[in-house]
Nanobody, 124 residues
């Protein structure tokens, strides 16, 4: 059974940074594409970033380009989301998601597995 567990959320002032982690188990991690999504109160879930199983392909949502970076350590079965220059509008619950690496990852790819989420709050 695939499990994804996020950590690293918290409260930070605008302009600050946070790094989220997502630890995976129950899967062959180095064959899985991984993504981060977020959902703010009263809003739909939003795509943030994604990384292919190899780490060679990455996609970013328009609102986070130049500020957020996704990376992965296949030896640790972990994917990371480095968030810099945070803004109050980044406040949301952040979810980690995973999918088989077939077919090829695109920004519109659907994910099969989801974590429980971690809260990120950015104060002005």
């Amino acid at each position: 059974q695939v499990q994804l567990v996020e950590s690293g959320g918290g409260m930070v002032q605008a302009g600050g940074s946070l790094r989220l982690s997502c630890a995976a188990s129950g899967c062959t991690f180095n064959t899985y594409d991984m993504g981060w999504f977020r959902q703010a109160p009263g809003k739909e879930r939003e795509f943030v970033v994604a990384i292919s199983w190899s780490g060679r392909n990455k996609f970013h949502g328009d609102s986070v380009k130049g500020r957020f970076t996704i990376s992965r350590d296949n030896a640790k079965n972990t994917v990371y989301l480095q968030m810099n220059n945070l803004k109050p509008e980044d406040t949301a619950v952040y979810f980690c998601a995973g999918r088989s690496g077939i077919p090829m990852l695109t920004p519109a790819s659907k994910y099969d597995y989801w974590g429980q989420g971690t809260q990120v709050t950015v104060s002005s």
